[in-house]
């Protein structure tokens, strides 16, 4: 059972198929698209994992697969990373011609993303997202980037795959951890414009987390229909596509106050952000205290975090998280854009938002 999903961008359009045993079926969907070496872009741990069945499934179609294996973790996604990869990407022989695998979570699709679209400025890209957060998000809607010492995700192009293959019998070995960071961004589709999607998440979320496989793929492609849909009417942020970085202003700036450390993971960010804008949401008076209390309920009950204090260590001052708040990427005019809420599913931008109002959110217990 797979769902197939097609993201409309005229001659660039491209298809996610969402389903149980995707990876082993590879080379049917890679081999029209793959042209002489085929370099496989993956890191260690899903390389132990998952590798040896795709690289079968690929001899299988006849396809002259070259896997490339980087060390796991967020550091990969740096110059020095990216500079190892398109080395050994060169060695591979591929050319503008071919056909370059992003295998494994959002690190692997945003760097090989990266290295894809600037290697002999440009070259297709597959991806075959292996983490939820990567099925759900990072590896639709063609954003790629590395972080420099000035922040996340700074250097970057935007460059669109040929295919996505998101196989959800892949999460089955994903840290629990990873999983539920995942599912953040699952939330955050219901949270942002489909209140009937979150309530089908409170109904079925935990299923879906539990591994059942119809809930699971429903999960996935519902969350990706929504990105799609988003990404099709603003490839590039200029509008709509904001609604996205719904948890983010804040996520981001708790993610840098930890210092991107293992205390807090960035769907952990996200999910304790989008707490947040409800709570702010709720003190600007724009969204009613139920639908706030519903959705932090509904993290708690999963068992992602909603309070800053659920982060381990010392708490991040209000003043710190502003600070890192005014060195986002998305400060217009000098003031931080939030992504608020008017209930659950009714998510709007704006940058229009008391500082004092924001530090009393942060500050509070
Ligand atoms: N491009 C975008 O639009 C976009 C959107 C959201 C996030 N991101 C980026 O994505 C990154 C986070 O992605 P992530 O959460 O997937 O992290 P990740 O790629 O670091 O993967 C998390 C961990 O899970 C392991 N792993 C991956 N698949 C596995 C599997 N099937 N079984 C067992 N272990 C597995 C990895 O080795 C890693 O240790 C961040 O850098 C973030 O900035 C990008």
């Keep these: 059972m797979s769902e197939r999903i097609t993201v409309d961008l005229g001659k660039r359009s491209y298809d996610i198929l969402v389903g149980a045993g995707l990876a082993a079926e590879a080379g049917k969907w890679l081999a029209p698209l793959a042209r002489g070496p085929l370099p496989v872009v993956t890191d260690a741990n899903v390389a132990r994992l998952h590798l040896g069945a795709l690289l079968e499934a690929l001899k299988q179609a006849g396809i002259d697969a070259r896997p490339i294996v980087m060390e796991p973790g967020e550091g990969t996604k740096s110059f020095r990373g990216l500079e190892t990869l398109c080395t050994q990407l060169?060695?591979?022989?591929?050319?503008?011609?071919?056909?370059?695998?992003?295998?494994?979570?959002?690190?692997?699709?945003?760097?090989?993303?990266?290295?894809?679209?600037?290697?002999?400025?440009?070259?297709?890209?597959?991806?075959?997202?292996?983490?939820?957060?990567?099925?759900?998000?990072?590896?639709?809607?063609?954003?790629?980037?590395?972080?420099?010492?000035?922040?996340?995700?700074?250097v970057g192009v935007f460059h669109q795959p040929k295919i996505v293959l998101a196989d959800t019998g892949v999460l089955a070995t994903l840290p629990r951890r990873e999983l539920l960071a995942g599912y953040a961004e699952v939330a955050k589709y219901g949270a942002q414009g489909d209140a009937a999607f979150f309530a089908w998440l409170e109904a079925n979320g935990a299923k879906a987390l539990a591994g059942d496989d119809?809930?699971?793929?429903?999960?996935?492609?519902?969350?990706?229909?929504?990105?799609?849909?988003?990404?099709a009417r603003d490839e590039r942020e200029a509008g709509v596509r904001a609604l996205l970085n719904l948890g983010h202003t804040f996520g981001h700036a708790l993610e840098a106050a930890t210092g991107y450390s293992d205390r807090l993971l960035h769907g952990e960010g996200v999910a304790l952000g989008m707490a947040l804008a409800f709570r702010l949401s709720v003190k600007l008076g724009l969204c009613g205290g139920q639908d706030a209390e519903?959705?932090?309920?509904?993290?708690?009950?999963?068992?992602?975090?909603?309070?800053?204090?659920?982060?381990?260590?010392?708490?991040?001052?209000?003043?710190?998280?502003?600070?890192?708040?005014?060195?986002?990427?998305?400060?217009?005019?000098?003031?931080?854009?939030?992504v608020l809420l008017r209930g659950i599913g009714r998510a709007f931008v704006t940058s229009d938002v008391p500082i004092e109002a924001v530090k009393e959110i942060l500050s509070s217990p």
């Design 90 to 154: 060169l060695a591979t022989g591929v050319d503008r011609g071919g056909l370059i695998v992003a295998f494994g979570g959002g690190v692997i699709g945003d760097l090989a993303g990266l290295a894809a679209g600037v290697l002999k400025r440009g070259i297709d890209l597959a991806q075959i997202p292996t983490t939820l957060l990567a099925q759900v998000d990072s590896s639709v809607g063609g954003k790629t980037a590395i972080n420099t010492a000035e922040g996340k995700n700074l």
């Design 294 to 338: 519903r959705f932090i309920r509904h993290l708690k009950a999963v068992g992602l975090p909603a309070e800053i204090a659920d982060i381990p260590g010392p708490r991040p001052s209000a003043d710190e998280l502003l600070k890192h708040m005014a060195h986002d990427k998305k400060v217009k005019d000098g003031k931080p854009t939030y």
């Design 214 to 231: 119809a809930a699971i793929v429903h999960a996935v492609a519902h969350s990706c229909r929504m990105k799609a849909d988003i990404v």
